[in-house]
Nanobody, 124 residues
Framework: QRQLVDSGGALVQPGGSLRLSCAAS????????IGWFRQAPGKAREGVSC????????NYADSVKGRFTISRDNAKNTVYLQMDSLKPEDTAVYYC?????????????????WGQGTQVTVSS
């Protein structure tokens, strides 16, 4: 069974850090482009960061550049999203997604597999 499981969301104070994890079963994540997306209440799902297969390309939304870092641990078949200097506007449900074409896209329409989402709340 091909499945993504995202985790690591929590309540954190402004300026704090979190690391989200995207673990896979049934697929080898290094063969796939991986995207992180988020969706706040009443808003459309937006791309946060992506990494192509073999980590050739990495991209970030302007709103998170310099604060978020995407990375792979192939031994664990996991992709991480390190989030630093968190702001209240980062509050959302975060999803990871895998694209069979292996490309890094910040638009959600091309991805084949999705995690169930993990809640990130930034509040004092």
């Amino acid at each position: 069974q091909r499945q993504l499981v995202d985790s690591g969301g929590a309540l954190v104070q402004p300026g704090g850090s979190l690391r989200l994890s995207c673990a896979a079963s049934g697929i080898t994540l290094d063969d796939y482009g991986i995207g992180w997306f988020r969706q706040a209440p009443g808003k459309a799902r937006e791309g946060v960061s992506c990494i192509s297969s073999r980590s050739k390309d990495i991209n970030y939304a302007d709103s998170v550049k310099g604060r978020f870092t995407i990375s792979r641990d192939n031994a664990k078949n996991t992709v991480y999203l390190q989030m630093d200097s968190l702001k209240p506007e980062d509050t959302a449900v975060y999803y990871c997604a895998a694209d069979m074409a292996g490309v890094c896209y910040l638009k959600p329409g091309t991805y084949d597999y999705w995690g169930q989402g993990t809640q990130v709340t930034v509040s004092s």
